[in-house]
């Protein structure tokens, strides 16, 4: 017998989402070709992933996210702020709130109708000014885990990047092998602010934003002093957000992911 299941559909600066209240632990989770089918931008839904807010015994909710492939990942900084409203819409969570996700504990607020500040996990992992050759080019290469892994790499103009191609072999390098690696092109646009270009993991494609991208470029040209805290971060979907940390002697904390949260529509999936 076929279930119902409602959902809305939400986006963090055109990174887009399935949203499902899975508190009463019903959602197919097993299923993950199915998972991948509504996510798909043709024949499903379309999004960039699937969030389901759980019961938590330490925190206000537990947040699952799953990208369009069907595979769970840690952490997804637009999708966070999406899960943040809704939980407070739905009474699942205070406007000031703590989430669980695999990355760790998260906190956020509901600044207004649709500006979410989220307070993220601490960052780790770090590697600055490394090399690597890709099609016989020698790139340097930063990075650090913001909720997942990220690679950060400063161009000259990010318009003319090839972000597909640079971005896929990166991310599928031995080096970063075997969980892979996200991928960030990043132009400096002032003292205070930069430009990015995302190849996601799971996706794989270039998206219009990437929240944990995002505060990883913050994150690593605040490091290395290329710009000062906080930073105003464009991603492609041309959007202003807004990533703030304190830099520390083994890294940053206190960091911060402020933008939008928006509402697109509601439906109901039917399973199988």
């Not at 024949?43 to 330490?58: A, M, N």
């Not at 709130?97 to 207004?112: E, P, Y």
């Not at 500006?115 to 340097?140: C, F, H, S, Y």
Request: charged share 20%.
């Amino acid at each position: 017998m076929a279930t119902e299941i409602p959902f809305w559909k939400m986006h963090g600066a055109a990174n887009d989402f399935i949203m499902v209240d899975d508190r009463a632990l019903t959602f197919p989770l097993a299923d993950r070709e199915w998972i991948a089918g509504i996510c798909a931008r043709r024949t499903g839904v379309g999004s960039e992933g699937l969030i389901l807010i759980q019961p938590s015994d330490s925190a206000d909710f537990r947040m699952r996210f799953f990208n369009p492939d069907g595979g769970e990942v840690e952490m997804c900084g637009n999708g966070a702020r999406c899960v943040a409203r809704l939980a407070n819409d739905i009474g699942a969570a205070p406007a000031d709130m703590r989430f669980d996700t695999i990355a760790g504990l998260v906190g956020a607020s509901v600044l207004s109708e649709d500006t979410v500040r989220l307070v993220m996990t601490r960052p780790k992992d770090w590697k600055l000014n490394q090399a690597i050759e890709i099609n016989g080019e020698t790139m340097t290469w930063n990075f650090v885990n913001s909720g997942v892994p990220h690679v950060v790499i400063e161009v000259d103009d990010v318009d003319n990047v090839d972000v597909h191609t640079l971005g896929s072999a990166i991310r599928h390098h031995n080096l970063f092998a075997p969980a892979g690696t996200n991928v960030n092109f990043v132009q400096i646009r002032g003292n205070d602010s930069l430009r990015i270009r995302t190849y996601e993991r799971g996706v794989e494609a270039e998206t219009c934003a990437c929240g944990t991208g995002m505060v990883a470029a913050g994150l690593i040209a605040g490091k290395l002093g290329r710009v000062s805290v906080p930073v105003q971060v464009v991603p492609a979907s041309g959007d202003i957000l807004q990533v703030g940390f304190d830099i520390t002697d083994d890294g940053a904390e206190n960091v911060t992911l402020t933008g939008p949260a928006v509402y697109v529509f509601r439906g109901s999936l039917t399973y199988p």
